[in-house]
Structure formats: C-alpha cells, structure tokens
Nanobody, 117 residues
Framework: QVHLVESGGGLVQAGGSLRLSCVASGSIFSFNRMGWYRQAPGNQRELVAA???????NYADSVKDRFTISKGNRKNTLLLQMDNLQREDTGTYYC???????????WGQGTQVTVSS
C-alpha cells in the first residue's frame, strides 16, 4: 500500500519562505507524476504544482516565479520551495503521487500553511 507523508508546513509572515516535503513509500516503482494541491477554508482544492518523472513542471499562475517544485534526493520524494509567501497562500497542502501500473492517485494527509500579514 502506498503511503504519503507531508512535512514542512507552519506559520510564516508574508514575504517569508517555507519548504514542504513529501515522501511516498510502499511502491517498488518510481513515480510517474507527483504534485501539490492546496485547499483554503470554503474553497475547492486547487492544483499548486506538479512534476513528471521526466522533469516537466506545471504551476498555477498564482504561484509561478514564487514556488519551485523538485525531486528530493530520496526515491519518490518531492519538495516544494515556497518563497515570498502571501496571505492567499494559506491553506492545507496535499501531496499526491501516481505510479506505473496503477490507475489510482494516492494522497497524503496534508500539511497546514498559514501566512500572516
């Protein structure tokens, strides 16, 4: 069973930075795609950034030039460097992963990011 664990969330002032990490365990394969969604209270979950195994990235317009998604050093590890955070970045950030041979998208439990003014 694939299991995803996120870390790195917290409280930060506007203009500050955080780095989120996500570790996916339980798969013998390397991921096809991993990424981050976020959800603020009262809002729908939205894609923040995604990364394919081939290195192709995709960002929400609202985070381009501020957030950077990358692979971690460990297998099936994902990072999200978030710079110049703004209040509208506040929310719960969820990591997901997709693997070869499985139609499922696996999700983590989420990590809270709160940006204060």
């Amino acid at each position: 069973q694939v299991h995803l664990v996120e870390s790195g969330g917290g409280l930060v002032q506007a203009g500050g930075s955080l780095r989120l990490s996500c570790v996916a365990s339980g798969s013998i394969f390397s991921f096809n795609r991993m990424g981050w969604y976020r959800q603020a209270p009262g809002n729908q979950r939205e894609l923040v950034a995604a990364l394919t195994s081939g290195g192709i990235t995709n960002y929400a317009d609202s985070v381009k030039d501020r957030f950077t998604i990358s692979k971690g050093n460990r297998k099936n590890t994902l990072l999200l460097q978030m710079d110049n955070l703004q209040r509208e970045d506040t929310g719960t950030y969820y990591c997901y992963a997709e693997f070869p041979g499985s139609p499922s998208r696996f999700w983590g439990q989420g990590t809270q990011v709160t940006v204060s003014s």
